[in-house]
Each structure stands twice: as C-alpha cells, then as structure tokens.
C-alpha cells in the first residue's frame, strides 16, 4: 500500500478542545498527581483506572470496581474545572462525550498531561493512531509504493500475534488503528482484525489500493465487521496515468468501482492521491470527479522518497509546485462538503498565509476548523504539524516499530519491536521519540521558523532526503536552499547510472 489512513476521524479540532480545555486544571501539579495515579491498569475492570473513573463519572457502566468508583469523584472533579476555566458546563461536556471514541480520545488527553504536561505541540498518551502493515504482500506493483511490497521478504507476524497485538493496543489507550501494507485487503484474516478492533474500542480504518473491493458483496462485508473509514490510492484522472503507477492494466476501473461501493455503503471515504510530477497536472480535474462521486475527504499525499519511491526522486515535486498545489487546494475546499487536505505539513502555513487577518480560521495541515471561542487560538499550536511519534506510529509486518509508516527500515529510526519490548515504555521514554517531538530543535530554516509548531516539516522527507530526522524538509518554499542541494544530487545520481548503462557513451565525456 503506498498510503495510510488518518486518525483525524476522531476530529482533530475536538482533540484540540479537549486540550484546550483541561490546560489550565493540567498545569496544577495536585491535578497532574492525580491524572498520574490512574494510569495504571485495573484488573477487575480491564482497563486503565482512569478510563474506568471517567466512563463510570459518565454514566457509560455501573459496574467499575470500589477503587475506580472512588476516583471517578475526582476525575468529575477535573472536569468540572476543566468546563469551568473553558467556559463550558459540566452538562455541554458531558453530551460532547456522548460517543465512544471521544472518550477514549480524552483518556488519551489526560494521560498525556499526566506524562508529558500540556507541550506546544501536544503529546497524547499513546498514539490516536497505529497504522499497522499488516503483509508486505500485495497484488499490485506501484512504483512509489513505501513498502517495496509484492512478497512477503522476511517472517511476518501471524494472526494470532497481531490479534494479542491488538488487545495491548487497546489497553494502552491507541484510538484508532489503520490497517495498511501490502495490500491489506487480502490478509485472510483482516475481517477478524476489524471486528477485533471494534471489540477493543477502536476505531478500525484501512488503506487499500480496492482491486478486490470492486466486487460489491466483498465490500459489503468490510461493512458488516465493522470497517468505520476507507482511504482508496488512485493515482490520476486518466486511466492510463493510475494504471502505468499501479503496475495493472484495469486497476484504476476497479479503484473507482471500488469507491462508489464503499459510499453506497454508508462508510466514510477517503481518496488518496500522491502527487507527483506523474500527475500533478491531472488534480484540478480530479477535484471536481472525485467530489461528484460523493466521497467525504480528498487526501493530497506528499511523496517520500522510500522504499521504491527512492528510485523515483527525480519525480518529486519543487517547493513552489508544492506550495501552488496547497493553495489549489485550500481555495477548493470552500466549494462543497469534500475536504481536501494534504499530509503535507506546510499546508497549515498556506492556509495561515491565505486566511484574512479577521478569520476565526484554525490552520493545521488536516483541518481547518472555525472557532467561536477565543481560547481556541491555541488549538494550532498544540495539534501541531507533523505527528510523526506524537499522534501516528506504525507497525510492520513482523511487528517492528517505526514513528511513521514513511521512515525506511532503518535500526536507527526503529523504535522496537511490538512483541519483543514494552509499547508503553517506548512511548514515554525512547530518546529517538523524545527529539522528533521537539520541535525547538529542528535543524535549517525549520528550527527557526515561526510555523515550526503548526508544521515543523515532514521528519520522514528530511530523514530520507538527509539521513538526519532533524534536518530541514526539503519540500518548504523557505527551504529552496535544501532543495537546489537535493536536486543536483537527484541530477548527479541520474548522471552516474546513466553512465554504469552506459559505459562506452559515458567514455567519450
Ligand atoms: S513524518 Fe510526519 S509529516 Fe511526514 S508523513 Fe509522517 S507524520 Fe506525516
Ligand atoms: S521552514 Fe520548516 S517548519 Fe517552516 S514552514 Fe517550512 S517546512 Fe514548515
């Protein structure tokens, strides 16, 4: 799969509410002490004392045990203040967590101010999303793909390990699990995955390239496990263009059948497209057809330069292409309901840079929400830019773990391993997580730039383009710089082979 999905489901300006919300109440220490007393996990409830206090202080069960019931009266207590000092009632909350994913996304919330404090940008307790590859194995052979896919090359894990896998995903509070690879659709096992992330409180999604999802009673079986978002890759407006991406003649008929079974189903649709030099031309029209196939959100992809994506550097797009694109983009989307939004983290600073000075607008990368409370000002800063190791991780097939699907399988950007050490333990003490976050010690003109928390660069382009998680991104229009540098080395590594092909031509320079 050369994608992944994307946890804003949940609702990235709820996330910022809740953050929001409970900074005041957070930055006193007796409530942090507090929050920190209930991160363990209780037993006879099965499930973390805070999840088990706040849903029992909801209403939602009455059945939690004596302990959690007692600091069910404290946790009301933090909210209740929490409401106050945003100006909210205790009632308005209460209703706003009405649904089950929001819950879990507050627990989330508390238990990152329990171990991190209230941080610009803001540190979850555990990721709102894994995005699992769960097979390198696929039934397309995309030339951009991050996961060199096709067949499996080493031990992947089975299903019974990503099963256990998924049940300590849940306990350590992850929102959403997005299910990529390979081709995720053709696991044997993935119906059993959906329905066992529903079962564990999750929100199952899946990034799928929807070869095998064009045949309608298939799709509606996704349906009935549970599936609550599809994200479908199509690579252009023209078959042709898709297909010659994809490796397969009648791949893009399939992904559009596709698209349009899993809207008649009711399920929420992302298309995603990375943009490349391939097809840059072909998304103004592309717009307007995938709008009319009445799919929910339009996701500009930027291109990585891993797996085989690094054989096709030379097709990445120029700082200002990029930024036209953005602006393309953020115009568009105040025509119809379709969001478009990009994985591109400076499309926060496009969005700022186009906004009116008078706009309640919100910029961050994947939404821009307005607001009617001027507390909300902060939301930015504390959603943040990129979510590499902060909102995302990303699990591989043999259960390795990265801070984004996009880094390569490299030992120092590994983080571990999910069956070999301890999730919880990476998440709140792994050195390479501690430096991806901040954000005051990125390298170039991100270090210094004003927009380093909104955007902050994408951390896998710098790492992939420079080996260095902290250099610049290469992809900013304040970073040309970094790019003249990329670029003459894309020219001078295209000038090399040219050579080793051609060793007699080359002779004569
Ligand atoms: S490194 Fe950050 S910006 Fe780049 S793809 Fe991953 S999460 Fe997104
Ligand atoms: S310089 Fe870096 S942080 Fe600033 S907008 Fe560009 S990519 Fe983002």
Known sequence: MTNRGNSEELGGSDIGKMIVTFKR???????????????????????????SALKFYLGKTDDACYSCRRMSKLIGFIIRKGATSFGTSEKELKEAMDDDYWIRGLVSVLKGIALFGVKEPFIPGAPFQIVWNITQ????????????????????????????????????????????GG????????LDF?????????????????????DKKRAQKFNNAGLGF????????????????????????????????????????????????????EIPEMIDFIRDLGVNWFMLYNFIPTGKGSGIKNMDLSPHERSELLKTAYLENNNSDMQILSTAPQYATVAKSMVSPDSTMIPTHFYNPEYSNPALLQLADFIGGCGAGRFYMSIEPNGDLYPCV??????????????????????????????????????????RCESHNICGGCRARAYNYFGDILAPDPGCVKNQE????????????????????????????
């Open 25 to 51: 109440i957070a930055d006193n220490p007796l409530a942090r002490s507090i929050l920190h007393r209930t991160l363990h996990y209780c037993e006879k409830d099965e499930s973390t004392q805070l999840e």
């Open 137 to 180: 194995k696929c039934n397309m052979q995309c030339i951009h793909c991050y996961e060199n896919a096709g067949k499996a090359t080493g031990k992947e894990l089975s299903s019974k390990e990503i099963i256990n896998g998924l049940n300590r995903m849940g306990n350590v509070g992850v929102a959403s699990i997005a299910f990529s």
């Open 183 to 190: 081709e995720p659709s053709i696991h044997p096992q993935i």
């Open 194 to 214: 959906i329905q066992c992330t529903n079962d564990h409180g999750m929100f199952p999604a899946m990034a799928t390239n929807g070869y095998t999802l064009a």
């Open 230 to 281: 599809v994200q479908i890759s199509l690579d252009g407006l023209d078959p042709v263009t898709h297909d010659s991406f994809r490796g397969i003649n009648g791949a893009w008929e399939k992904a559009v059948q596709a698209i349009k079974n899993f809207v008649d189903a009711g399920i929420f649709v992302e298309v995603a497209t990375t943009v490349t030099e391939h097809n840059l031309d």
């Open 406 to 447: 996009f880094f390569p399988h490299k030992d120092d950007v590994k983080l571990g391993n999910l069956i070999e050490d301890d999730f919880e333990d990476i998440w709140t003490h792994n050195s390479l997580l501690k430096s991806i976050r901040n954000k005051e010690i990125l390298k170039g003109h991100c270090g």
């Open 482 to 509: 970094e790019w003249e540098k990329v670029k003459n080395k894309i020219l001078m590594e295209g000038y090399q082979e040219f050579r080793m092909k051609n060793p007699i031509l080359s002779s004569h320079n």
